[in-house]
């Protein structure tokens, strides 16, 4: 027989996990009297279109929470947001669905934490004229931090003005800072000024620590006065940082990975740069704008990632929605047995803790100015209380990049990377879904309802013994939907609880801990009751050493060849039997790779009944690790 080459391709994904960044507010948003929103107005609550239309289109200033999805109808439409509002989603669950934010001459506004997208609607231009976002008029002093905008894969979605602007900003506007946004999936991501003679000498516009993935273009496009941009992650664009129209922008700090111009300007109307320290994954083929001196008249070294290799790893870690917690703005008080609770219609500002903190709401305090009064709500000194992902008032833990609660009272330490389900599993019985919110990557996996369906990963481990994995979940029935876990084709003698976690859009992490080979290793989990699994979202490798391994077979080799290991008959019609002295595991691939069974033996067994004929590839591992891979065929009967 022929020995062909086998390759087995691994990818490992190392993640450094940092500490929470700073989220205060810099940038020109500070400039001009500063950005403070709704702080001092009432604290509400919009779960419906029209709960949010008239709460933010009222000249009352208001703290507005947002939960749940809110849509209007197929129709869509947009929320025309007056002066004075901070619009805040609750954990990560506030969805605008055709629904987009319009802020024209209007100033002091916040947004927050909130996703939006105008996907589902026939003719997207009908809402802001296709923009998620549109500041203009004369609007100042906007910030918008922590929130998600998106709309179809570019590349699956060819007509480039189907939508127009995640975030656009356009005539005499200013004062503006866009923080800890993640773009994505989109082909013109935003402007700063709407033409090249449209100019404003005050439109000072920071853009810090964005994520933009598969944005192509304008990332963004800017237009006269002054621009910060820093921090940013750029990844999959055409021609992402374009100049124009004599602007002076400070480019600064920013990672730009797989672009054909990653900063530029063109030839008819050119602007100017002051560039600091950018990482571009490839050369440029486009000169550079001119050089210029930006202005930029704040202090921003709180905030500043400095080392810009590590802006790749932190700002997908910590952009987006959910990544700031809910506990919303609360004046919290100790009464005499030490319990915090709060009063709903605070003057505070948003509570901005660390991810995974929810509110204290033991014994809050009713918004009832006669029971304060006679002291029945013991409202007195105040205090801050959140609890942490742990439940420990004021603790310490969070939640590390696999969705863990780390730290604190845990003694948890973090995982070490994470991997997207849809990416790194090698087979699943269901589809990748994306309707329930929440859900980390480009997708989750929702394995079919019935007992056995399962989901495969490989695994690999550079030494053999005991390794963590996590798996992110959504469970949102009111059952446990256990996994059973085969290792290395055999099955282990407990179940992985994965317990109900609230709703589908409600995700979690739950730990399990195998005794791994080193190198390659196959786990299976199988559906045990006819629920079928919770969708599962993401893996995280969290002992060192641990990686994603290669599904695919390419070719054959000899690693090493096994002793007294006999395989015959080669070809065979019914089944083919392997003996081997003690243990070992065996897999079937199809020539393209694909993996078609798996099991584990000792001594002898028959395998193949179910084959049809062809050619396949068999490999066998003992239990020590070595390996060898075999070509096998099954003839007609």
């Known amino acids: 027989m022929k020995k062909l080459i086998f390759t087995t391709i691994a990818m490992l994904v190392t993640t450094l996990l940092h500490a929470q960044p700073n989220f205060d507010l810099v940038g020109f948003a500070t400039q001009n009297g500063g950005t403070t929103g709704g702080q001092g107005g009432t604290v509400v609550t919009a779960k419906t279109f029209a709960e949010l239309k008239s709460y933010a289109e009222s000249n009352t200033k208001y703290i507005i929470n947002v939960e749940g999805t809110i849509k209007n109808g197929t129709t869509g439409g947009k929320i025309q947001v007056k002066s004075n509002k901070s619009i805040i989603g609750v954990g990560s669950t506030a969805f605008l669905s055709c629904v987009g934010i319009e802020i024209e001459n209007q100033n002091n506004i916040i947004i927050q934490n909130i996703k939006i997208s105008l996907v589902g609607l026939?003719?997207?231009?009908?809402?802001?004229?296709?923009?998620?976002?549109?500041?203009?008029?004369?609007?100042?002093?906007?910030?918008?931090?922590?929130?998600?905008?998106?709309?179809?894969?570019?590349?699956?979605?060819?007509?480039?003005?189907?939508?127009?602007?995640?975030?656009?900003?356009?005539?005499?506007?200013?004062?503006?800072?866009?923080?800890?946004?993640?773009?994505?999936?989109?082909?013109?991501?935003?402007?700063?000024?709407?033409?090249?003679?449209?100019l404003y000498a005050d439109r000072k516009v920071t853009y810090h620590h964005n994520y933009y993935n598969k944005v192509k273009l304008r990332v963004p496009m800017y237009r006269g006065a002054t621009g910060h941009f820093f921090n940013n992650y750029v990844k999959d664009a055409n021609s992402p940082t374009e100049i124009r129209a004599g602007t002076c922008v400070r480019v600064e700090k920013n990672y730009y990975e797989g672009f054909e111009n990653a900063i530029y300007t063109p030839n008819d109307s050119k602007g100017y740069t002051e560039r600091i320290d950018n990482y571009l994954s490839k050369s440029q083929p486009r000169a550079f704008p001119g050089d210029c001196k930006a202005n930029i008249t704040y202090d921003y070294s709180k905030v500043l990632t400095t080392k810009t290799t590590d802006v790749k790893t932190i700002v997908p870690q910590y952009s987006g929605v959910g990544k700031i917690g809910a506990c919303t703005a609360k004046t919290w008080y100790k009464d005499s047995d030490g319990d915090g609770f709060g009063d709903p219609n605070s003057t505070q500002s948003s509570c901005l803790q660390p991810t995974g903190y929810v509110e204290d709401k033991t014994d809050l305090c009713p918004n009832d100015a006669n029971k304060k009064a006679a002291g029945q709500c013991g409202c007195g000194v105040a205090e801050t209380v959140c609890l942490d992902c742990n439940g420990v008032k004021n603790g310490t833990a969070t939640l590390d990049l696999c969705g863990r609660c780390i730290g604190g009272t845990t003694t948890k330490t973090a995982c070490s990377s994470v991997g997207e389900a849809e990416t790194d599993a090698c087979a699943f019985v269901g589809i990748t879904e994306t309707k329930n919110a929440g859900y980390k990557g480009t997708s989750y996996l929702n394995v079919d309802n019935a007992v056995g369906t399962s989901i495969t990963f490989h695994v690999n481990a550079n030494t053999t013994g005991t390794a963590t994995l996590s798996f992110r979940y959504a469970?949102?029935?009111?059952?446990?939907?256990?996994?059973?876990?085969?290792?290395?084709?055999?099955?282990?003698?407990?179940?992985?609880?994965?317990?109900p976690t609230g709703t589908f859009t409600d995700w979690k992490a739950v730990d399990i801990t195998l005794n791994l080979l080193a190198g390659q290793n196959i786990i299976k989990l199988v559906s045990a009751t006819a629920d079928g699994l919770p969708n599962i979202d993401q893996i995280g490798?969290?002992?060192?050493?641990?990686?994603?391994?290669?599904?695919?077979?390419?070719?054959?080799?000899?690693?090493?060849?096994?002793?007294?290991?006999?395989?015959?008959?080669?070809?065979?019609?019914?089944?083919?039997?392997?003996?081997?002295?003690?243990?070992?595991?065996?897999?079937?691939?199809?020539?393209?790779?694909?993996?078609?069974?798996?099991?584990?033996?000792?001594?002898?067994i028959e395998i193949g009944q179910n084959l049809q004929s062809g050619i396949y590839l068999l490999k066998i591992q003992s239990i020590s690790g070595i390996s060898k891979i075999i070509k096998i065929s099954k003839s007609a009967h």
């Not at 866009?178 to 000024?193: A, I, P, R, T």
């Not at 469970?475 to 317990?499: E, F, K």
């Open 122 to 198: 026939s003719d997207p231009g009908t809402v802001n004229g296709g923009d998620c976002i549109v500041i203009m008029g004369t609007s100042k002093n906007v910030w918008v931090d922590h929130c998600e905008l998106f709309s179809e894969d570019p590349d699956k979605q060819p007509i480039v003005g189907k939508y127009d602007g995640l975030l656009d900003i356009r005539d005499q506007t200013g004062f503006i800072t866009v923080s800890w946004n993640y773009f994505h999936d989109h082909w013109k991501g935003g402007l700063v000024g709407a033409g090249d003679d449209d």
């Open 475 to 499: 469970n949102g029935g009111t059952v446990d939907r256990p996994a059973q876990i085969n290792l290395n084709g055999s099955n282990l003698p407990s179940n992985l609880s994965l317990p």
């Open 541 to 604: 490798y969290v002992s060192a050493g641990v990686s994603k391994g290669a599904c695919l077979v390419t070719a054959v080799d000899d690693v090493e060849t096994l002793t007294n290991l006999f395989v015959y008959p080669n070809p065979f019609t019914h089944s083919i039997r392997i003996s081997q002295n003690g243990s070992f595991t065996f897999q079937i691939f199809t020539l393209e790779g694909k993996e078609i069974e798996i099991g584990k033996a000792e001594g002898t």
